[in-house]
């Protein structure tokens, strides 16, 4: 609730004004609570999915979840941000 009030005391000129920095703003806003700005990192648009993570998740599920995903004794999963896919006899990812 408070950051919403402080962010209404802006103005649209003051979030899309190219000369006020956005750490300017931020202290503006949060001084009294202290402002702490990390370094920017690159984003990287690449999936990290892998069967070794996908067969430990599934590992985290119970006996009847796991039979319930079944379909003639296989999980198939499919990664949604790199549509990968994945296929696990049942028998082999039950804890």
């Given amino acids: ?25 931020l202290y503006r806003l949060f001084h009294e609570d202290g402002v702490r700005v990390f370094d920017a990192a690159p984003l ?25 995903m079944a379909v003639e004794g296989v999980i198939s999963v499919t990664c949604q941000f790199c549509s990968a896919a994945y296929d696990f006899p049942a028998a082999a990812v039950q804890g």
């Fill in 44 to 68: 990287d648009n690449a999936c990290t999915c892998s069967a070794d993570k996908v067969r430990g998740i599934l590992s985290t599920f119970s006996a009847e979840e796991i039979e319930s």
């Fill in 1 to 25: 609730e408070k950051a919403t009030a402080l962010q209404a005391t802006t103005s649209a000129g003051e979030l899309t004004d190219p000369a006020l920095p956005q750490n300017d703003l």
